[in-house]
């Protein structure tokens, strides 16, 4: 990074934080449709104080998706990936200060959307605004796209990079990023899990009864619980009919990786608040088990009477909400059809189904050429080898259809300021101030040498 | 029923219902401590206002017990028993009207507390207002307690009838009553269930993570259903070890009774809106069913994520609210010890619980001299002869400390104006306005047979 450019980012420190605060001020929460139309907004307008022209690329039913372009020195195409909606902020007595009103402390900002993902936002944004006025144009051409749905499964992502394909075309994209390693080694992160997302509900009773008929009336809460019991053993093996038949074994190319990631076990005990792992897993084994299991997760239960003390009711419903994380090559279609077909085999036949999001896992390989030179630039970055992880936990939905209407390459590069541990989806979600400024210094370094 | 007191009941008809939307009008719910202060004092009000002389009885960390005494022309002493606070009305969206605004429609009058148990108390103190006004003074000697924590287990009553128990002394003892079968029998009831009610609680994180981490980390959710599955088979037997080893065989009187129960079937399934009921059981075996067998209830169960839409979350902490019912002789203390037991034995030794209460059930014999003299004059009411139910499903939890205590023996005679399928510890409880006018008849005739 030149001399010019190091003074500009000096001369304009905590604008990376002034750029968050202002995106996390504003509510954006896709699953209750809270102030969507105002991020869509904000986001445009910021991404034109920037120098963008943009555009709202729409769907039926779906909010706009921001649609941003700047021309550079370079004909070299980055296409960058964001979205503008968050998670709930539930259950909000557990927050130490309002979910959205960003506030710091101890050297974090905190607020929902301050790492997933606004602060991956505000530092694209910071480091993008930096070289524009440094040097009166961009490195490379950007195209960027931020949309408004991500957190609830981007149901209409596909309806909008179908016909838009052309406008997203790039050399590579980076999708929502990486941050770096306990020990610095700038990571990158090249595919996600598939997702499939579905609510069970079952009603066995007009209402709510008095618990003393317990003996003569079916209950909608044991059945569920029941239901719920079949579907995974203790160990965590899950039994729908096929569930592991299209599951593919990992590379040894991606192994190796594995092998390679730093050993960040101690801290991550720590932040989840767990003296171990399930099972007792560590090491590779840990890595391989995070890495290429596909998982069953409760993410929501409920029946009844769940306040203080005791109330003697017989519940007349039950719901549990369950995401399904996939790995390649699992078809979330069909593992909705296994779950019928399980419920039904087991004479759950009341229990009906609703899904909520279904993509595939996506993974780029690591001999592609935009992974090589992504790698190359990442260690140009600080000296380190980049830390590659072959795919993560979460899913991003929209990477499907991206890769099936537009065919770019894609990955994940340590542009996004986030930690692990950071209370993403959670209570308290935050980014280290720290972390915002490296991740600006990281984009600008990525950006200039994309364009050389 | 004498013409003088039939004119008066004429005169004033409408006063049991005055006096029930009085009392339904002050909300008293004991699990969250609403309105109880005011309740007791409005229930001191009313008993004075009938002639009673009243007095507080006091425990540690209880709401005061409002006794009340009446001497009558009689040296016959009957002991009355009901609570002045009611169940939680929460889901407050699915009441029609305001729980705590008692509203008539087609004849029914709809308010949390309508039919457990104010109703009752208005239709005792209706008949007693009505005995008095007509002749001077009652026909025998009442003495009624009425407690304030009935729905959260009484967890205080042997407190208060350990030190009082001089007070409480009778020839019989009434308590939460009974009504009309279908076909106008009238019902005496000699037996409660017991009642264990305990509280489930697991952590395993810090707080809630992403739910892309789910191959790593244990899950609360997971945890919680896979124990329930544990204690229960999806037939309803309960796998707790030694949990049916108390449980004492009926008598063949008890068998009796039962069989001889006029069949109200479709009315129950009607009002509890079921095709069938559980295991598909009907007439005798229904009956035995519901008499005999001890039940394990899951009355609330929460984790995670519950609102619209969907959240990928892993939940640090889940919970669930069992009440198990219990049949003589069956001690509640054993099966909290074997719950514990069984937990620890599954390997849910992270599981904690917590009990709301545990009480025995209480059953009077058939062959129990103030049995057989209730069930003449009940017969004596309207000449049909009495359906006698052994044990019904609910609990008084107050009836073990009553018995040790104070030793009356006791029953529930159908001086209570409710109807099965009332809404009982449900949204819409209410009761028929011509069950309540039945239900002062009833007991002007019960209390001027007994003084004869």
């Not at 420190?13 to 002034?18: H, K, L, S, T």
């Not at 519940?315 to 077909?341: C, E, G, N, S, T």
């Amino acid at each position: 990074m030149d001399s010019a450019l190091q003074s500009h980012i000096r001369a304009n420190a905590g604008e990376a934080q002034a750029l968050l605060e202002r995106l996390c001020r504003q509510p954006s929460i896709a699953a209750q449709g809270v102030g969507i139309d105002a991020m869509a907004s904000l986001t445009e307008d910021m991404l034109r104080e920037a120098g963008f022209t943009t555009r709202r690329l729409l769907a039926d039913g779906a909010p706009p998706a921001i649609f941003a372009e700047q021309k550079g020195r370079s004909p070299y195409t980055l296409l960058l990936y964001n979205h503008y909606d968050v998670q709930p902020a539930e259950p909000l007595e557990l927050w130490h200060s309002a979910a959205f009103e960003p506030t710091v402390r101890d050297g974090k900002l905190f607020a929902r959307g301050s790492s997933d993902n606004k602060g991956e936002i505000a530092a694209r944004l910071a480091a993008l605004r930096a070289l524009r006025a440094t040097y009166g144009e961009l490195p490379i051409t950007i195209r960027w796209i931020i949309e408004g749905e991500e957190e609830i499964g981007s149901p209409h992502f596909a309806a909008i990079a179908e016909p838009y394909a052309e406008l997203l075309k790039a050399d590579g994209c980076l999708w929502e990023g990486s941050s770096f390693t306990v020990d610095g080694r700038p990571e990158l992160i090249l595919g996600t899990k598939g997702l499939l997302y579905v609510q069970l509900d079952i009603s066995c009773l007009g209402g709510d009864a008095h618990s003393g008929n317990a003996p003569m009336l079916p209950s909608a809460a044991w059945r569920l619980v029941q239901a719920l019991a079949t579907l995974r053993t203790p160990n965590g093996t899950i039994q729908l009919p096929g569930f592991y038949n299209a599951v593919r074994a990992p590379t040894e190319a991606q192994l190796a990786a594995l092998a390679d990631q730093p050993n960040d076990e101690a801290e991550l005990r720590a932040a989840f608040g767990v003296e171990q792992f399930a099972d007792g897993l560590t090491g590779l084994a840990l890595r391989q088990r995070q890495a290429f299991s596909p998982t069953c997760n409760i993410a929501g239960l409920v029946s009844g009477y769940t306040g203080e003390g005791s109330k003697t009711v017989l519940p007349a419903k039950a719901m549990a909400k369950i995401d399904f994380r996939l790995v390649p090559d699992q078809d979330p279609d069909a593992i909705l059809a296994a779950l019928r077909q399980h419920l039904d085999a087991h004479g759950y036949t009341d229990i009906s189904i609703t899904t909520f999001g279904a993509c595939g896992a996506v993974v780029t390989p690591i001999d592609e050429p935009f992974v090589q030179r992504m790698a190359a630039i990442a260690q140009g970055y600080n000296g380190k080898p980049p830390a590659i992880t072959p795919i993560i936990g979460g899913t991003l939905p929209l990477l499907d259809a991206l890769r099936r209407y537009v065919g770019v390459p894609g990955l994940c590069a340590p542009g996004n300021p986030t930690y692990w541990a950071n209370g993403m989806h959670a209570p308290n979600e935050h980014i280290r101030l720290a972390d915002l400024d490296e991740a600006v210094r990281f984009n600008c370094h990525m950006f200039q040498t994309l364009g050389v």
